[in-house]
């Protein structure tokens, strides 16, 4: 329990300090006037209160991420515990925050634009598809394992098809509606179930007081087969460093008010996240101690939450749970139709132009849907394929950023280095894995170095460019 204490305060502390400096380096102007002002329309552009914008933003990240990819993550050992706390602060925070801030700073542009005005439109044109693509997947990823769980919870009429079909026609509505409408009014309430979840697992965690692993006790793989590096930095994703994020900060850019409420709602979500993410790898990594590690992740949530806090909590807890993906699937399919808007440049205030986006994407999310049901192991190789977009995706967006802080005259390191190191996580990890190009591990590892060494050497190359361009 010792680490997990320093764990949780070094998260803590890392929002005020950490936060505090990137906030102060990107330099957040409290006087300039934000895109839900200046582009107010109703639908997307729509002023809301920050601590509103801030559950909204908590809720659209978490999805299945910080809890199961925590539990999963916990069967590498203590190395998750690092990995969640560094991971959160010094990239996925800055990640987000950064990723937000300067849409905010551009009216409100998707990912895709951003990449494409700091890394070029050929970029961007790649990206678009690249970022529609895990949008997809988050939509159909997040239908099925909620469904798995409303159908453990409910009467054998309402079975996991009722459930789908359900959670599918409220996708289809929450996309279309104004976001002030339906996100706005029913998120709070469901981030503030999953915030309850994680506060009564870690008060259970402080009366058991359970007998958890330290850090000095060693490092090493403790119920995986599977290589720390890369696996653990890809099973872990939404609790430590996630490209899906990058696509949900514009959505919320464009409901600020005021610049200085960044820092709260980007930077302070994703640490949220994280300490959600620490608390389920701790009670984890306990479940795992008493009982193995022959169950889902879906059944390890029910039993801690049903055994710890009793059969009302449990119910809750579960409820957030199941609420975190369902909210995160939807605003991935509200990304979806914002990005295919800024491609095509149609204006949204039209109900007609967001049928006629929205209509098409729900067919294609049916598609993924049905492959993932009637495939063998369907579930699970989306779930892989969606977990390295969505790092591959981190890659690109911390590079975008890294440029914009060159040519700003600010402080690059911040984001650079988390950019190579997840540059070689992600090549490494689609060299080695089966569902990849399945190399010997040591060769995988020499050819994500080369490419790695090959990307600092481009980015050297860029910011020479960049510093001529500015000299002239």
């Not at 990912?111 to 050929?122: A, D, N, Q, S, V």
């Not at 994280?274 to 984890?284: D, E, Q, T």
């Not at 990594?285 to 879906?298: D, I, L, P």
Request: aromatic fraction near 14%; charge should be positive.
């Amino acid at each position: 329990m010792i680490t997990f204490i320093i764990a949780l305060g070094i998260l803590i502390l890392g929002y005020f300090i950490y936060g505090g400096f990137i906030n102060r380096m990107f330099g957040a102007d409290p006087k300039r006037v934000t895109p839900a002002i200046s582009n107010n329309d109703g639908i997307d552009y729509v002023p809301m209160p920050t601590w509103k914008i801030f559950m909204i933003q908590f809720l659209n990240i978490a999805g299945l991420g910080p809890i199961f990819g925590a539990i999963m993550g916990a069967k590498f050992g203590m190395s998750s515990y690092l990995w969640i706390v560094f991971g959160t602060v010094f990239a996925g925070a800055v990640h987000d925050y950064l990723s937000g801030m300067i849409s905010l700073r551009d009216g409100g542009i998707s990912l895709p634009m951003i990449i494409g005005k700091y890394l070029g439109t050929k970029v961007e044109k790649v990206m678009t598809v690249f970022t529609m693509l895990l949008m997809l997947l988050v939509g159909a990823v997040f239908i099925s394992q909620p469904a798995d769980l409303l159908e453990k919870l409910t009467p054998d009429f309402f079975n996991v098809y009722f459930w789908i079909i359900m959670i599918f026609v409220y996708y289809f509505i929450a996309s279309i509606f104004p976001i002030d409408k339906i996100i706005g009014k029913i998120y709070p309430v469901f981030a503030a179930a999953l915030l309850f979840m994680a506060f009564g697992i870690l008060i259970m965690l402080f009366v058991k007081w359970p007998s958890l692993p330290e850090v000095w006790d060693g490092l090493g793989n403790t119920y995986e087969s599977n290589p720390i590096f890369p696996m653990m930095f890809i099973s872990i994703a939404c609790g430590a460093i996630s490209g899906f994020h990058a696509t949900q900060s514009p959505l919320m850019a464009r409901c600020i008010k005021n610049e200085k409420y960044g820092r709260p709602v980007f930077y302070g979500a994703m640490v949220a996240e994280g300490i959600v993410a620490l608390i389920w790898a701790a009670a984890a990594t306990y479940y795992f101690g008493e009982n193995g590690v022959g169950n889902s992740a879906s059944v390890v949530v029910m039993d801690i939450s049903k055994n710890w806090l009793g059969y009302f909590g449990g119910i809750l807890a579960v409820l957030g749970v199941i609420a975190a993906p369902i909210t995160s699937g939807d605003t991935a399919l509200r990304s979806a139709r914002l990005i295919l808007a800024d491609f095509f440049h149609m204006e949204q205030k039209s109900v007609k132009n967001r049928l006629l986006l929205c209509v098409p994407i729900m067919l294609v999310v049916t598609g993924i849907l049905i492959f993932s049901i009637v495939s063998q192991d369907g579930f699970n190789i989306i779930w892989r394929y969606f977990s390295w977009l969505n790092q591959v995706l981190s890659v690109f967006t911390l590079w975008a950023v890294t440029v914009y802080l060159v040519r700003n005259k600010k402080n690059y390191f911040v984001t650079m280095i988390p950019a190579l190191f997840m540059t070689c996580v992600t090549m490494t990890y689609i060299c080695i894995a089966p569902e990849g190009f399945h190399l010997n591990p040591v060769l995988s590892y020499i050819i994500a170095g080369i490419i790695t060494i090959g990307m600092m050497v481009l980015f050297a190359v860029k910011i020479k460019r960049i510093k001529s361009d500015v000299l002239s």
